[in-house]
């Protein structure tokens, strides 16, 4: 008799667990990432008296490809363009609490006495909120359109970045056994790079891959495809000394940028859920419920500097932004708890062998306890925001509220600052991506073609590919921003101003010159001044040359054709103006949509007579209907199936408004009957006497009097499939129905009845 892989047996009990466990939970309202956790620990070995896991080893397998999948999902939602649009409060916001939670961290570890590198470690751990727990709080109390929410994902997503981060440096001191400034700084550097390229490659190819393969990617090929990118940059990173981790998050804010990111993201959520839940249980296999009884006091510790630590740091990071006091206290007590990333930097530390194992289990069930209060501290924020406003003394509150309002207005850029910030991004960007293709050239095209073509020929012919190749980046590097408004402003306003300007010009030419001495020089076995003299030439042609002009010009359109296509389509389809959100809420006000349900009993109903200003003190400012926006409706539009209403109205009149309707939904479903109809296909005989005899069947007005349909009519051993109206019935003839069982009943007996309402 055969017997079943160890593999496979582990996975039923780690399925059948977690499926038994997490219905429990979601009876009791709790978050399913808790019972994978607890499923965890009834699967793994600290449980003895049922069927458990037998090896753990091949689990983690399972659970490193669970990793992938779940920062694959995270970078899809992530983006670095959303990055760059969060704004000012969350950048700070978020710096704030990585710092502060870091420093509590770890100087709560040192004081538990458990060395350095497990209070670096445990640092890392708790300076991250959970993205997922957050999400579906806020879900479930519908807190998503409130004006504090926007502030928190903000947060969030500058806290993802920070964790990849995190990652790759924590990584890095485990190697090394210490912290070396210069070290450091060199994992930084090699990490921005990284970023840099694949985001700049990715962007200029996938898109535009994706837009050609459009009409050959339905659901399955959509999934393999995308499956296949991640792991093919999970490899390229790899490669590179990063994370397999790193690699997923950034294929993943890669494909966000794409117009089917949504589609993507839907397709591979299955998977996800799948590789998440092994994950999540494998968390919980290495919790040993005796451990944790043992390290009851540091849990009980660690926990309240979590929720302490949070709602401090935070509140202090968005009020340093300058936003009011209450949005700030309301985004502290909403990320008061750690989640996915502090279990998963804690796996890197038990992987590289520099965490001690009592750690992981610790600050698992931190991030339970915290998870478990997470909406009970978000429902806090209201009562300590009254507490707050009798507390903190009157002065302080009218200088607070100035510096908010202050910290709002738009102050304008000089020339100058725009035009120096555009050149550093442009000039950081080309220049990373030429030297990372410079460096694979240079370590695997090279030698391949050099091997091939021996001597001068094959070095010669290598260097021409490598400069044709770069040679667009160089141009940008040099002539971007060389004809722009800002640089014609200083140009013209000033002539001390043209110094400056020139030295620019011609430190950009100097850094080119170097970039293509490097290829050169190791190519060519020549002098220096012959080096120089190459690198000289080849930039000259590269600024005369008309077609590399033409070239570069459309590798940019190219570029931000596809970085802006996801965005633009967006915009079309959104029904809220992001730019017009962002200005309301400076105000205190605040735009959401809101859809009219199928069964809604406002239905049919003109604003008028619904009176939502009145009732609920909000505004209909526009009614999406399909591809048509109605902007400012009048009170005599109606509502059907399906609008989107676009509302602007305070936090309260909105939560208010949201109550309103969900109230009057379910009223309308209690009181309407619930009685369902089934169609079936009956038959009958014409008998003697009936009133149908001698009528056709559009006389006997079986479909419009009874909404019946006549498929059939058998006579004697003739029969008459789908008979036309002017068909008369006979006695005796068997009629085919198809309709409600009650009204066939009553056609049979020659009677027609009206159609319900």
């Known amino acids: 008799m055969s017997q079943i892989p160890s593999l496979i047996s582990d996975l039923a009990v780690i399925l059948i667990s977690a499926g038994l ?6 009876r009791l309202k709790q978050p399913v990432v808790l019972g994978y956790i607890v499923a965890g620990i009834l699967a793994g070995p600290s449980i003895t008296q049922i069927p458990t896991v037998t090896d753990i080893e091949s689990i983690r397998i399972w659970a490193d490809i669970g990793v992938i999948f779940l920062l694959f999902a995270l970078g899809l939602d992530f983006s670095f363009k959303k990055l760059m649009k969060v704004g000012g409060t969350a950048v700070i916001g978020a710096i704030t609490i990585v710092i502060g939670m870091m420093t509590l961290g770890y100087t709560a570890g040192l004081s538990l006495g458990w060395g350095h590198m497990n209070s670096l470690f445990l640092g890392g751990m708790l300076s991250m909120s959970s993205t997922t727990i957050i999400f579906k709080a806020f879900d479930d109390m519908g807190l998503r359109n409130q004006r504090f929410a926007g502030v928190v994902f903000g947060i969030l997503v500058v806290e ?16 090394s056994k210490h912290v070396e400034g210069m070290e450091l700084l060199n994992s930084v550097v090699k990490l921005g790079i990284f970023l840099l390229f694949c985001f700049v490659i990715g962007i200029y190819l996938i ?5 050609k393969a459009r009409t050959f990617l339905n659901d399955e090929t959509l999934l393999i495809v995308s499956l296949g990118l991640c792991l093919g940059m999970v490899i390229i990173a790899t490669k590179a000394g990063f994370s397999s981790a790193l690699g997923a998050f950034v294929m993943g804010s890669i494909l966000a940028e794409t117009i089917d990111a949504e589609h993507i993201e839907h397709i591979i959520k299955p998977v996800k859920d799948l590789f998440g839940a092994i994950f999540f249980v494998s968390v919980g296999m290495l919790i040993d419920p005796a451990l944790l009884w043992e390290y009851k006091i540091p849990i009980l510790i660690l926990t309240l500097v979590v929720m302490v630590g949070q709602i401090l740091f935070a509140g202090f990071g968005v009020l340093l932004s300058g936003q009011p006091v209450k949005i700030a206290i309301q985004s502290g007590f909403s990320l ?5 990333f502090a279990f998963i930097i804690a796996s890197l530390g038990l992987t590289l062998g520099v965490t001690d194992n009592f750690l992981y289990p610790i600050v698992v069930a931190v991030s339970v306890v915290t998870t478990f209060f997470t909406p009970y501290m978000i429902r806090m924020a209201e009562p300590a925001c009254r507490v707050a406003d009798r507390v903190i003394p009157k002065s302080w509150m009218k200088f607070l509220e100035r510096y908010s309002s202050g910290s709002n207005t738009i102050r304008q850029k000089s020339a100058w600052n725009k035009l120096l910030k555009a050149l550093v991004r442009i ?3 080309y220049t990373a991506v030429t030297l990372v293709l410079i460096f694979i050239w240079l370590q695997f095209v090279a030698p391949f073609i050099m091997k091939e073509l021996p001597g001068i020929r094959g070095a010669g012919i290598s260097l021409v590919l490598i400069l044709l190749l770069i040679a667009p980046m160089l141009r940008a590097i040099m002539m971007k921003k060389n004809h722009s408004a800002e640089f014609q402003q200083l140009w013209l306003d000033n002539k001390y101003n043209r110094g400056p300007l020139v030295s620019l010009i011609i430190l950009r030419i100097i850094l080119c010159i170097g970039l293509v001495m490097l290829p050169v020089a190791r190519l060519l ?8 003299a190459i690198a000289a ?20 359109r190219h570029f931000f054709s596809n970085l802006s296509a996801r965005e633009l389509e967006n915009e079309r389809k959104a029904p809220i103006n992001q730019r017009f959100a962002n200005h309301l809420l400076e105000r205190d006000l605040h735009l959401a949509d809101f859809e009219v349900k199928q069964n809604s009993p406002s239905m049919g109903k003109t604003l008028k007579e619904l009176n939502f200003r009145q009732k609920c003190n909000v505004n209909i400012v526009t009614i999406i209907r399909g591809e048509r926006r109605i902007n400012i409706p009048g009170g005599e539009e109606r509502l059907y199936p399906f609008d989107k209403l676009v509302v602007v109205g305070a936090d309260d009149d909105l939560e208010h408004f949201r109550q309103y309707l969900v109230e009057r939904y379910k009223k309308a479903q209690t009181n309407k009957e619930q009685t369902v109809h089934e169609v079936n296909m009956e038959q009958f005989i014409i008998a003697e006497g009936s009133h149908l005899i001698g009528r056709t069947i559009l006389e006997s007005g079986i479909r419009d009097k009874s909404a019946c349909l006549v498929i059939g009519i058998e006579r004697g051993a003739s029969s008459i499939k789908n008979p036309s109206p002017s068909t008369v019935f006979e006695e005796g003839d068997i009629v085919w129905i198809v309709g409600e069982h009650e009204k066939v009943l009553r056609l049979s007996e020659g009677k027609t009845v009206a159609i319900d309402n």
């Open 336 to 340: 008061a708890q750690i989640g996915e």
């Open 525 to 532: 076995n020549a002098a220096v001044g012959i080096v120089l």
């Open 537 to 556: 030439t080849v930039i000259v042609i590269v600024i005369l040359s008309k077609q590399l002009k033409r070239q570069s010009i459309l590798m940019e």
């Open 21 to 26: 466990v997490t219905l429990l939970f979601k």
């Open 207 to 211: 898109p535009s891959f994706l837009k």
């Open 160 to 175: 993802d970045l920070f964790a990849v981060l995190l990652m790759v440096l924590l990584s890095t001191l485990a190697v």
């Open 427 to 429: 000039v950081g960007t």
